[in-house]
T-cell receptor, first 116, second 109 residues
Framework: DVKVTQSSRYLVKRTGEKVFLECVQD?????MFWYRQDPGLGLRLIYF???????EKGDIPEGYSVSREKKERFSLILESASTNQTSMYLC???????????????FGQGTRLTVV | DAKTTQPPSMDCAEGRAANLPCNHS???????VYWYRQIHSQGPQYIIH???NNETNEMASLIITEDRKSSTLILPHATLRDTAVYYC??????????FGGGTRVLVKP
C-alpha cells in the first residue's frame, strides 16, 4: 500500500514561530503537493514539486515556502506563523504518468495546525 | 484546467445506487475527469478517472457523456461509510490537482 505520512496529526504553535510540516512518501513518486483545507474554502494548493529541488507555486503560496532535498520528503515551512495560517494541512504524492498525466494522488491524514 | 460544477449536497438511501453528477462544459480534448472523496477527518481518497470511455472499478463506475461535457459517478450500493464529500476534477497535463467545492453526500439508513 502506498503510504504518505505526515509527521504530526495535531500541532500548536505560537505566532511568529518558524514551523516545519514534514511529509514522507514510500512509493518513489515524482510529484508531491501541499494543500490547506479550511471550512467553506475547500482544498487549496499551496505548493507542489515534480522533482527533487524543483518547486512550483500553487494558488496560495504567500507566507509559505517548501523544501524537497530528497525524493521521498517534501517539507512545508511557515517562516513566521500567523493566526490566519491555522488550518488543516494535507500532503499528497503521485507518480508521473505518460505525457504529463500523473496518476492518482495519495494523501496523508493531515496535520491540524493551530497558531495561537 | 476546465472548471467543474457539482451540486453542493445530496442524500441517498443505504443500499441504493448513488448517482453524483458533474458538469464540465469547457473540457478540452486532452483533459481527464477524476473523482476523489474525502471522509470526515481524513485525507482525500482517489476513486476513479476517465477520458472518454466509461470506467468501472471496485469502488465505483464513471459515465462520461459522448460530448464529454458532463459525467456521473455511480456508487452502485451506497453504504453509510460512503458518506463523504465527493470531488469531480478535470485536469490536463501540468501536474496540478485543484479541488472545487465538491458534493456533500449523506447516506441515510
Amino acid at each position: 500500500d502506498v503510504k504518505v505520512t505526515q509527521s504530526s496529526r495535531y500541532l500548536v504553535k505560537r505566532t511568529g514561530e518558524k514551523v516545519f510540516l514534514e511529509c514522507v512518501q514510500d512509493m518513489d513518486h515524482e510529484n508531491m503537493f501541499w494543500y490547506r483545507q479550511d471550512p467553506g474554502l475547500g482544498l487549496r494548493l499551496i505548493y507542489f514539486s515534480y522533482d527533487v529541488k524543483m518547486k512550483e507555486k500553487g494558488d496560495i503560496p504567500e507566507g509559505y515556502s517548501v523544501s524537497r532535498e530528497k525524493k521521498e520528503r517534501f517539507s512545508l515551512i511557515l517562516e513566521s506563523a500567523s493566526t490566519n495560517q491555522t488550518s488543516m494541512y494535507l500532503c499528497a504524492s503521485s507518480q508521473q504518468g505518460r505525457g504529463g498525466y500523473y496518476t492518482e494522488a495519495f494523501f496523508g491524514q493531515g496535520t491540524r495546525l493551530t497558531v495561537v | 484546467d476546465a472548471k467543474t460544477t457539482q451540486p453542493p449536497s445530496m442524500d441517498c438511501a443505504e443500499g441504493r445506487a448513488a448517482n453524483l453528477p458533474c458538469n464540465h462544459s469547457t473540457i478540452s480534448g486532452n483533459e481527464y475527469v477524476y473523482w476523489y472523496r474525502q471522509i470526515h477527518s481524513q485525507g482525500p481518497q482517489y476513486i476513479i478517472h476517465g477520458l472518454k470511455n466509461n470506467e468501472t472499478n471496485e469502488m465505483a463506475s464513471l459515465i462520461i457523456t459522448e460530448d464529454r461535457k458532463s459525467s456521473t459517478l455511480i456508487l452502485p450500493h451506497a453504504t453509510l461509510r460512503d458518506t463523504a464529500v465527493y470531488y469531480c476534477i478535470v485536469r490536463a497535463a501540468g501536474n496540478k490537482l485543484t479541488f472545487g467545492g465538491g458534493t456533500r453526500v449523506l447516506v441515510k439508513p
